[in-house]
């Protein structure tokens, strides 16, 4: 059998990590500036992390969600207190698009509507309703294309007014930072105009921190910067360090019965163990604050640069688009063929930086002299 080929691969394959360095199978060394899509938050094996998967992994790796699993409100009250939501509920799963699936299933029961309103650029997933909500056709199929979704412009809270007063809408949904689309920082202002709207019209904020979350902005959600608190907010790439996770966190609002929701795999005790271990390491190694004042020294010592053709810089703490008037792939090939440096890309345009959120000073010195040899 062969694999479906739905993935443009780079001839690299990566067999070891540490940091936020990775190592292919010849044995050469590459910054990380991709973090694997955004997804490694402590660092590449990380000795405490591993230690907390292996000493899991050798009691328990799975049981169903039929019996009781300590493990899983160990991770609530830490999750709780880690992010300022100790009033919220917990609900796991293993992906981002199935978070944000199962928010809007909820957004929908609680309200008895079934339109949404998402924006221009936003990326949701691939599953049937996160994929309708992602602002790209292509990858939406008939079998996806099942309920009514209006694409706003982003900071325009007049289209979202206008389209909440309509009255169908079960959900806003939004991403902390736009990530997929090129790292586009909502306003502060439209967040709080969000919250205003979504309550005053009986519409269910979610705030999809998939990406912007756990710490990456240098706050633990991306909204927190604007002082607002969604209904719901969703959460994978970083909650586990790279094993597959994730949550969605639900406002006391929203009152649980048996079967509403429900998986298999969701909330198993092996991720329940790493997303306990990534909470602890994030703690201990301030790593939000880190990325905070990693992230503002990186944009500070690109601002330094004379960049060939730049459009704009754009981002907070460690989620950093670098954007170009024209395409910027050739730059990408030469950080990653000739200097070593993995980055994300979205769209041709920009470049996306998304490091293991334990990156040093030191790392960002060694990345600018990189790039400036890539320009
Ligand atoms: C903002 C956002 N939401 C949802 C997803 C989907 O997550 P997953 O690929 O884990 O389903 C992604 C993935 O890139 C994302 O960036």
Known sequence: MKLFDVYPLFDIEIEKGKGCLVYDDKGTEYLDLYGGHAVISVGHSHPEFLKAINDQASKLVFY?????????????????????????????????????ENALKLASFHTG????????????GRTSAAVKITDNPAIVSPINDTFEVAFCELNDAKAVEEELKKG???AVVIEGITGVGGIHI???????????????????LILDEIQSGYGRSGKFFAHQHAGIRPDMITVAKGIANGYPFAAVLISPEFKPKYGM???????????CAAAISVLDIMEKENLVENAKEVGDYLMQELAKIDIPDLKEIRGKGLMIGIEFNGSAKEIRSKLLFDQKVFTGAAGTNVIRLLPPLC??????????ERFKKAL
Not at 360 to 365: I, L
């Open 64 to 100: 169903s969600n039929s019996v009781q699993n300590h493990l899983q409100k160990d991770l609530a009250l830490k999750l709780g207190k880690a992010s300022g939501y100790d009033d919220y509920q917990l609900f796991l799963i293993n992906s981002g698009a199935e978070a944000n």
């Open 113 to 124: 509507k079934k339109k949404v309103i998402s924006f221009k650029k936003a990326f949701h």
């Open 168 to 170: 169908d809408v079960c």
């Open 186 to 204: 909502p306003e502060s202002e439209f967040f709080v105009k969000l919250r205003e709207l979504t309550t005053k019209y009986g519409a269910v």
């Open 261 to 271: 929701l429900g998986t298999t795999f969701g909330g198993n005790h092996l991720g």
């Open 359 to 368: 990156m040093t000073k030191k790392d960002v010195d060694l990345f600018i």
